[in-house]
């Protein structure tokens, strides 16, 4: 996997071992990123927030393409460890810190305070297990979301959805087996 433009195009992308890690595809990634930057460019100057990262290469994406930070949060050390590497191989140490922690019980955004809360949001969780509401619900508690923010899900093209009180469907696409949905969090 590579980084597909900006500033960081064609830089190599690890991508932890497991079968819990699944990356975006890299058609539907390029799809997300042609969404987010024609018209109103929501992606420069954002403050990024990864969910459920993996190897980073979303946010990664968005920092290549003018994105001001990222925070990345995954649970597991592995992934973690590929992120950093990944944060390395980009040289975005300074405009990036790794939160090992649960999407769904996160630490207070207070703690990341330069960087929160974000303008770009990407959620990215295993298929099937219906994590996004709530990882959405606690994340907006905890302070991660800003008002205005755009959310780009992704689930299975068969997993239920219904945005969370506080959330609008802005678009919805499907990518193979992917299905990617926009939000947007009310002021």
Sequence with gaps: MRVDSGSHRGT???V?????VRPTSDRARQAIFNILVHGQDAVAEAKV???FAGS???G?????????SLIAIEKDRGAADCIKQNVAACHEAQRTTIVLGDAINPPEAHRHA????AD???LDPPYGQDLIVPALTALDRRGWIAGKALIVAEMGGRDAFAPPPGF????????GKARIVFLEREA
Excluded at 16 to 20: A, N, Q, Y
Excluded at 60 to 68: M, P, Q, T
Excluded at 114 to 117: D, G, H, L, S
Excluded at 168 to 175: G, H, I, N
């Design 60 to 68: 990664l994406e968005a920092l290549s393409r003018g994105a001001a």
């Design 49 to 51: 927030l990864d969910v």
């Design 120 to 122: 770009l949001v990407f």
């Design 168 to 175: 609008s469907l802005v678009d919805e696409r499907r990518y």
């Design 114 to 117: 330069r960087f929160t809360p």
């Design 56 to 58: 980073g290469a979303l």
């Design 12 to 14: 190599r992308l690890a």
């Design 16 to 20: 932890p071992e497991g079968s819990d």
